[in-house]
């Protein structure tokens, strides 16, 4: 691997352990650098930018992304942030009393604020479907969540890969059942792109949404929202504004409704084709597959140290580049803060359901010693022969 | 004036005359520089940034906005533009049908939409109160505009400076009548604030909305939305997030549902300290009384060469930073496509209702030679027999 190098790409101060890439992204300097050229750009002329010059760089932006999403650049649009995208469809859809929306209890706690707050306006039930850990396998978990799809089950739901658990979940499969039955499937991906190899036009799911600005490396601020060209016209804009009823609508009511959002910098929506060069030029797939192997082979020994379940094998089929362990504490605020301002390490300490998970990203820019360095700093915090990590 | 010294401080090209400030601000350098130091504060330390350092700094700038709207900080949240703001409140206003939201035939078409999506799905009507011109007095747009206020009517919508038309409006007498008369008003301020001094506390709108990316300076994306304290828990956020149903609510809902709306660059919303320093610095309260002296000046000479009859008396009671001209011409969009490419003269040319608008915008860096050049290009153009502007 030639961290080296790269981490000299990231803005990301040297002082800091820094293993919470997977919450907010990191972006490398030729990137941020094309993001603020973009802004000194528009102030130079923010009327010629804001309706000429901007508008066409959009629409190159747009393309690469869809390239690399492997969908029509008409069937996608930015949007600040995934849950942007959940909002978009959950306020629209058509959803009447009876109606299930599925998914699972391991989903990001705002697209399950969204969901349960359509849902309930609408007369509609969100079915959080409990997962069962440790998983067996791919099987086992199509079989623990499918067993739960029934005749009401309108859309699935679903995260590409968990936020507190990381785990990468089976949503072709998912969605290849899904078309047979007649339902809907609505992906949350926003840990996937960059870190996964997305394939649209093969998987076919009817709505997917993913993050820019983690995986894909962008500024803050820059996602994405896809819709099969046969559902776009049932969603209405989040943020009514001129391309509502629009005075000169282009070919697509689509881009109309949700790309004109009113006056906005959208210079991180532009930084994408720099992003894709990036990842072009450091060979990013093979980066990729290396922070991977890095993420897996520690899995065990994190495990052991918090004296943890496995929340499933260590395999491809699940672990990409997060890893989460189950871990006892009683103050995971504390934990987190502690070894932030001891160890000057910045791991996220995140709790979902009943439990607490520490995770751990891995990108470009770590190195084993970077965990090396954690556990290090676990090891001296916690009880030996509880697993209880206690903090003052 | 000291145009030429503040010109220098500005970012935009020299080589064009630009009179189109009202429409996306501008920018100057020690604010833009302050933006783009927090988005690389940003991507030194992601996560602390967005856990820690970014909601303080994001306090103290809401206190500072506070100050300058004079209203508490607690009853004000930033958003991305007007329009966003504007959304939050139509979107979760309690209508039926039957009830009326007053509004003039001179608003935003953002506004226009947003207000009738939203009206037609809760069966209640949007009335546009044509203003018939010219306006003989404030007296006059008054009496025209609150004869059509019915025992229906619920809300009040209105410019504090209409956008086409350039006008100032009298909205402190309209939210006194409106209060003794129990009716709410929702005052759009995207002119507003930075042009005309704002005193929330003593008019008392119910709702006011303005932009900070145009008259206070700031980059593009930041705005607010001050709601009465009263009347805070009527309304959701825009966008489901996870201040809905905190899991660590704050002292106040009204900012845990709005200010929390997903990953995002907000370091927009941080530069208004840097942007009320700057104004204070260079004096802005006079600079801003000079640039009206500017516009109103100019506003007979081209109202002569336009044969236009001018909208209402050029007096402070309608005209601050903007003026509007109505004129005659086949092709709005080529008449401002010329002016640009061969004149080097930024300057809108907006159509509403059945008429056509050119407004310029006096600014800090805009000189009287600009409103020359102006002139100039239009005398060029006009048949000076019947006032229209011939555009191939």
């Not at 600040?80 to 299930?100: C, F, M």
Request: hydrophobic share 40%; proline share 5%; glycine share 4%.
């Amino acid at each position: 691997m030639q961290q080296n190098t790269l981490r000299q790409q990231f803005l990301l101060k040297d002082d800091v352990t820094y293993l919470n890439f997977g919450a907010y992204g990191a972006c490398p300097k030729p990137i941020f650098e094309e993001y603020q050229k973009f802004q000194l750009e528009l102030e130079n002329e923010p009327t010629n930018f804001m309706q000429v010059k901007g508008p066409e760089y959009l629409k190159t932006s747009r393309r690469a992304l869809a390239d690399f999403l492997r969908c029509d650049a008409d069937d996608v649009v930015y949007v600040t942030n995934p849950s942007y995208g959940v909002n978009i469809i959950a306020k629209s859809l058509d959803l009447s009393a009876g109606d299930e929306v599925l998914t699972t209890d391991l989903e990001y706690g705002a697209c399950d604020r969204t969901w349960k707050y359509y849902c309930k306006k609408k007369g509609a039930t969100y079915v959080r479907k409990k997962i069962r850990f440790p998983l067996a396998s791919k099987a086992d978990f199509l079989e623990q969540f499918l067993g739960a799809v029934t005749n009401n089950t309108k859309l699935i739901f679903i995260s590409h890969i968990t936020s507190a658990t990381g785990l990468r979940l089976p949503v072709t499969e998912i969605c290849a059942f899904a078309k047979q039955r007649g339902i809907l499937t609505f992906i949350d991906g926003a840990h996937a792109p960059g870190q996964l190899e997305i394939n649209l036009s093969d998987w076919r799911p009817d709505m997917y949404t993913g993050a820019c600005h983690k995986w894909m490396l962008t500024p803050k601020g820059s996602s994405f929202l896809y819709v099969d060209a046969r559902l776009q016209h049932l969603f209405d804009p989040l943020l009514i504004s001129w391309g509502y009823e629009s005075l000169h609508p282009s070919h697509s009511q689509f881009l109309d409704y949700h790309q004109l959002q009113g006056t906005r910098d959208y210079a991180a929506f532009l930084t994408i084709p720099a992003a894709i060069r990036f990842m072009h030029d450091h060979n990013w797939r093979a980066v990729s597959i290396a922070c991977k192997e890095t993420t897996q082979a520690n899995a065990a020994r994190f495990c052991r140290l918090l004296h943890a379940t496995p929340l499933c094998p260590v395999t491809d089929d699940f672990i990409a580049q997060l890893y989460s362990v189950p871990i006892l504490t009683d103050n995971p605020e504390k934990l987190h803060d502690l070894l932030y301002e001891k160890y000057k390490i910045q791991v996220p300490v995140m709790p979902q359901g009943d439990k607490v998970y520490l995770r751990y990203s891995i990108q470009a820019f770590n190195s084993n010693e970077d965990l090396d360095r954690l556990y290090a700093a676990l090891e001296e915090l916690i009880d030996p022969s509880t697993g209880k990590i206690a903090v003052m």
